[in-house]
């Protein structure tokens, strides 16, 4: 095979959604990434039962759209499949810091709670690393933490931010021996921060536990 893969670098434009209004009496901003398969304002509904005048919700949108299903009726959307890893981390990051920017999330960083579910959770954590973003709390809800991050990622934390690690008893992705392998890689990240939360259910997003940590927050 006589070819030759060549990069290039062009301007992009890709969407968010937002979830009521940042006001005077919001408590919470809510950085929530999505899982494979989800589009951003489907998955951003999942927060409805928030205290609109308490809790503002910014879900970014993963690039790689595609139909689910044979119909071809259906759309969804992935952050990373394992080809090109590095180089789409490094697309979405540029992404996720423009979502930042346009949010000035760096005034409101006491109020942020960065929130990742499934797939979502590697990009939330690797966002997190790479831009130090000091947040109010962390969710990891039914994903995997990336292997190559390490607790010197996150020294810049408070020791008082909570990181709670969520998951499904009778969650069809993930075995026993996963479980453990995220809760102690979650102790060597976070330490004494980590908070674990098993949930008796499935693969899901669990909107009770998203309303009791808006609560806690």
Same mark, same amino acid.
């Given at each position: ?19 009521? +209004? ?5 408590? #919470?901003?809510?950085?929530?990434? !999505?899982?494979?398969? *989800?589009?951003?304002?489907?998955? %951003?509904? *999942? ?9 503002? %919700? ?7 759209? *595609? ?6 009726? =259906? $759309? ?17 990051? +540029? =992404? ?11 005034? !409101?960083? +006491?109020?942020? %709670? ?19 973003? #000091?947040?109010?709390? %962390? $969710?990891? !809800? ?10 010197? #990622? ?18 069809? =992705? ?28 499935? !693969? ?6 998203? #309303?009791?940590?808006?609560? +806690?927050?």
């Amino acid at each position: 095979m006589n070819q030759t893969e060549i990069e290039i670098s062009y301007k992009t434009i890709n969407t968010y959604s937002t979830k009521n +209004k940042l006001i005077k009496s919001t408590e #919470n901003i809510w950085m929530a990434f !999505h899982g494979m398969g *989800y589009l951003s304002r489907f998955f %951003i509904e *999942y927060f409805e039962g928030l205290d609109k005048e308490k809790n503002y %919700i910014i879900a970014p949108q993963a690039p790689a759209k *595609y139909y689910q299903g044979k119909g071809y009726k =259906y $759309v969804g959307a992935s952050w990373l499949t394992k080809e090109k890893t590095l180089l789409e981390t490094q697309n979405i990051l +540029k =992404y996720t810091a423009a979502v930042a920017e346009n949010e000035q999330l760096s005034r !409101h960083l +006491k109020k942020l %709670i960065v929130f990742g579910f499934s797939q979502g959770v590697s990009i939330a954590l690797r966002w997190i690393a790479a831009a130090k973003v #000091n947040c109010k709390a %962390i $969710v990891i !809800h039914s994903g995997g933490i990336p292997k190559e991050l390490t607790a010197e #990622n996150f020294s810049f934390l408070s020791e008082k931010t909570p990181v709670y690690l969520i998951y499904g008893t009778q969650d069809e =992705y993930i075995t026993e021996e996963r479980i453990q392998t995220e809760k102690e890689l979650g102790n060597k990240l976070f330490g004494n921060r980590l908070q674990i939360i098993p949930f008796e259910g499935k !693969h899901i997003v669990n909107t009770t536990l998203i #309303n009791q940590l808006a609560d +806690k927050s």
